[in-house]
C-alpha cells in the first residue's frame, strides 16, 4: 500500500511541463504546446491564448508563463488554491473580479469558474 | 490491531510507524485534493455535454427536416445517388490536452461547412433543396464530433475520479486506522514496560532497604 501511495504521490504533477512558455512565445507559435514531465504533449488553445493576450498589456506577455497553476495544498484547507506570479494571478483575478497582488487565493467555485474560462491554458499543481 | 501489522512494541518501530501515518496521511490529502478537482472537472464536462447534446440533437433535427424536403422535392433515388456522388472527408485535428494527468482528446475541426461545388454531386442533376440538406448535415457533424469530445473526455474522467475514490477510501478506513491501532498498541505496551520497570525498581529498592 505504501509503494502505491509514493507511486500516486510521484504521479500527481507528471501532467506538468517541463518549461513553461511565455505567452508570446505561444502565441507566435503555429502549434502552441508544451511538453510535460512524461514526455507527452499538452497544447494550448488559440482562442483561449487570445482572450488571454486582451488581459494583459502586451509588454507583459513575456512574463505571463504558461500553463498558469493552479496550485492545491492541503495545508491551504479543502478546496482552497493559489496562484502565485504576478501577471498569472493578475490575469485569474480580472477573470474572477477579484484584487491580485501577487499572489491569489481562491477557493472552489473559483476554481471551477477559472478552469472553465481557461481550460487548456491553466492546470493543476500538487503541492 | 497491532497483530495485523506484526509490529515489535520498540521505540525505533514507534518512529517508524509515526512516519508512515505522516507519509499515509499526506497522500490522503492529496489525494482527495486530486478526488475534489476530479469531481469539479467531471460536473463541468457533464454540463457541457448537456448543453452540447442538446445543440446537436437540434441541429440534426434541422438536418433531416431538410432531408425529408430534399427527398420530397428531388426524389429518394436521386437523393440518395447524389449522396454516394459526396466527397466523404473531414479535416480533423485530433491532439491531448491534461486534467491532472487524465489524457483527454482535444479536438479541433477544420472547417467542415462546404460550397455546393467542393461537395462533389452534380450540380444541374440536383436542387438547392440538396444543397439545403447537405449544409444542415454538415453543421450537425461539427457539433457530433464536439460532443464526441466531450463524451470521451467524462469518460476518461469518470475512471480515473473510481480509481481515485478507491484509493483515498482504502486510505481513510483501512491503512491510516489500521497504522493508528499499531501505533496506539505500542505507546500503550511502552508505557506499560515503563510501569513494570518502576514497580520492579521499587521492589529492588525495598528490599535492599530490608536487607540494609
Same mark, same amino acid.
Given at each position: 500500500?505504501?509503494?502505491? @501511495?509514493?507511486?500516486?504521490?510521484?504521479?500527481?504533477?507528471?501532467?506538468?511541463p +517541463?518549461r513553461r512558455i511565455s505567452?508570446?512565445?505561444?502565441?507566435?507559435?503555429?502549434?502552441?504546446?508544451v511538453?510535460?514531465?512524461?514526455?507527452?504533449?499538452?497544447?494550448?488553445?488559440?482562442? +483561449?491564448?487570445?482572450?488571454?493576450?486582451?488581459?494583459?498589456?502586451?509588454?507583459?506577455?513575456?512574463?505571463?508563463q504558461l500553463p498558469?497553476? @493552479?496550485?492545491?495544498?492541503?495545508?491551504?484547507?479543502?478546496?482552497?488554491?493559489?496562484?502565485?506570479?504576478?501577471?498569472?494571478?493578475?490575469?485569474?483575478?480580472? @477573470?474572477?473580479?477579484?484584487?491580485?497582488?501577487?499572489?491569489?487565493? @481562491?477557493?472552489?467555485? +473559483?476554481?471551477?469558474?477559472?478552469?472553465?474560462?481557461?481550460?487548456?491554458?491553466?492546470?493543476?499543481?500538487?503541492? | 490491531?497491532?497483530?495485523?501489522?506484526?509490529? /515489535? $512494541?520498540?521505540?525505533?518501530?514507534?518512529?517508524?510507524?509515526?512516519? %508512515?501515518?505522516?507519509?499515509?496521511?499526506?497522500?490522503?490529502?492529496?489525494?482527495?485534493?486530486?478526488?475534489?478537482?476530479?469531481?469539479?472537472?467531471? &460536473?463541468?464536462?457533464? =454540463?457541457?455535454?448537456?448543453?452540447? *447534446?442538446?445543440?446537436?440533437?437540434?441541429?440534426?433535427?434541422?438536418?433531416?427536416?431538410?432531408?425529408?424536403?430534399? &427527398?420530397?422535392?428531388?426524389? !429518394?433515388?436521386?437523393?440518395?445517388?447524389?449522396?454516394? #456522388?459526396?466527397? %466523404?472527408?473531414?479535416?480533423?485535428?485530433?491532439? !491531448? *490536452?491534461?486534467?491532472?494527468?487524465?489524457?483527454? $482528446?482535444?479536438?479541433?475541426?477544420? #472547417?467542415?461547412?462546404?460550397?455546393?461545388?467542393? =461537395?462533389?454531386?452534380?450540380?444541374?442533376?440536383? /436542387?438547392?433543396?440538396?444543397?439545403?440538406?447537405?449544409?444542415?448535415?454538415?453543421?450537425?457533424?461539427?457539433?457530433?464530433?464536439?460532443?464526441?469530445?466531450?463524451?470521451? /473526455?467524462?469518460?476518461?474522467?469518470?475512471?480515473?475520479?473510481?480509481?481515485?475514490?478507491? =484509493?483515498?477510501?482504502?486510505?481513510?478506513?483501512?491503512?491510516? $486506522?489500521?497504522? %493508528?491501532?499499531?501505533?496506539?498498541?505500542?505507546?500503550? =505496551?511502552?508505557?506499560?514496560?515503563? %510501569?513494570?520497570?518502576?514497580?520492579?525498581?521499587? *521492589?529492588?529498592?525495598?528490599?535492599?532497604?530490608? *536487607?540494609?
Amino acid at each position: 500500500m505504501e509503494r502505491i @501511495i509514493k507511486l500516486e504521490l510521484g504521479r500527481l504533477n507528471v501532467h506538468l511541463p +517541463e518549461r513553461r512558455i511565455s505567452l508570446r512565445e505561444a502565441l507566435s507559435s503555429p502549434k502552441p504546446s508544451v511538453r510535460t514531465r512524461d514526455g507527452s504533449t499538452h497544447f494550448f488553445k488559440r482562442e +483561449e491564448l487570445e482572450s488571454l493576450s486582451k488581459l494583459l498589456p502586451e509588454t507583459d506577455w513575456d512574463k505571463l508563463q504558461l500553463p498558469i497553476l @493552479i496550485a492545491l495544498d492541503p495545508k491551504l484547507g479543502r478546496g482552497a488554491a493559489r496562484i502565485s506570479g504576478e501577471p498569472e494571478a493578475r490575469v485569474a483575478g480580472k @477573470i474572477l473580479n477579484k484584487r491580485a497582488a501577487g499572489e491569489l487565493l @481562491i477557493y472552489r467555485p +473559483e476554481v471551477a469558474a477559472l478552469r472553465r474560462e481557461l481550460p487548456t491554458t491553466t492546470q493543476y499543481l500538487f503541492m | 490491531m497491532a497483530a495485523a501489522l506484526a509490529v /515489535s $512494541p520498540t521505540r525505533m518501530e514507534l518512529m517508524k510507524l509515526r512516519k %508512515r501515518v505522516g507519509l499515509a496521511q499526506r497522500g490522503h490529502d492529496l489525494l482527495k485534493e486530486k478526488m475534489d478537482a476530479l469531481v469539479m472537472e467531471f &460536473f463541468e464536462v457533464l =454540463r457541457r455535454i448537456q448543453d452540447s *447534446r442538446a445543440k446537436a440533437l437540434e441541429q440534426l433535427s434541422k438536418a433531416h427536416r431538410a432531408l425529408s424536403n430534399c &427527398f420530397a422535392v428531388m426524389g !429518394t433515388l436521386e437523393t440518395m445517388q447524389a449522396a454516394r #456522388e459526396t466527397k %466523404r472527408e473531414l479535416q480533423l485535428e485530433i491532439s !491531448t *490536452r491534461f486534467i491532472m494527468g487524465i489524457t483527454v $482528446p482535444a479536438v479541433e475541426v477544420g #472547417e467542415v461547412e462546404r460550397n455546393a461545388v467542393a =461537395r462533389g454531386y452534380s450540380l444541374h442533376m440536383t /436542387s438547392s433543396e440538396l444543397d439545403e440538406a447537405s449544409r444542415e448535415f454538415e453543421r450537425a457533424l461539427k457539433l457530433l464530433v464536439e460532443l464526441a469530445e466531450l463524451e470521451a /473526455s467524462a469518460f476518461a474522467i469518470a475512471k480515473e475520479l473510481e480509481k481515485t475514490k478507491r =484509493r483515498v477510501n482504502a486510505l481513510e478506513y483501512i491503512l491510516i $486506522p489500521r497504522l %493508528r491501532g499499531a501505533l496506539k498498541f505500542i505507546m500503550m =505496551r511502552l508505557d506499560e514496560m515503563e %510501569r513494570e520497570n518502576f514497580t520492579r525498581l521499587k *521492589r529492588i529498592k525495598a528490599i535492599l532497604e530490608e *536487607r540494609g
